[in-house]
């Protein structure tokens, strides 16, 4: 089974940071995209930031600029830097990844994190 396990959450006050990190385990042959996702309190799931196996990123509009997505391809990790952090960043944070399990695998397979939980207050 494969299992991811995000960390890095806490409290931070308006203007501040935090690094999230994102750790898979299990039976991974190849990661494809990863990505974050957030979910605030009465609201959807939705795309902070992507980066393809080769490095490439895109981010959510509302963090442009503030936010920077990274892997490492050796560690099966992917991080979040989150600087200039909002109010309206506070929110549980998932992880999510593309994974081909086996090398005989035809499919990706998609796996979440359980969350973190992200909280910009004063």
């Known amino acids: 089974q494969v299992q991811l396990v995000e960390s890095g959450g806490g409290l931070v006050q308006p203007g501040g940071s935090l690094r999230l990190s994102c750790a898979a385990s299990g039976n991974v042959f190849r990661f494809n995209s990863m990505a974050w996702y957030r979910q605030a309190p009465g609201k959807q799931r939705e795309l902070v930031a992507t980066i393809t196996s080769g490095g490439t990123s895109n981010y959510a509009d509302s963090v442009k600029g503030r936010f920077t997505i990274s892997r490492d391809n050796a560690k099966n990790t992917v991080t979040l830097q989150m600087n200039s952090l909002k109010p309206a960043d506070t929110a549980v944070y998932y992880c999510?990844?593309?994974?081909?399990?086996?090398?005989?695998?035809?499919?990706?397979?998609?796996?979440w994190g359980r969350g973190t939980q992200v909280t910009v207050s004063s």
């Open positions: 999510n990844a593309e994974i081909l399990r086996f090398s005989f695998s035809i499919m990706w397979e998609s796996f």
